[in-house]
């Protein structure tokens, strides 16, 4: 998941896992 993400998402990667598994 976090692979297809931006370089943006990488950074705020906490945010990011939650925001990808609530998309799941």
Do not use: T
Not at 3 to 22: R, T
């Amino acid at each position: 998941m976090a692979e297809k993400a931006p370089p943006l998402q990488l950074k705020n990667k906490g945010d990011s896992v939650n925001i990808e598994m609530h998309n799941v």
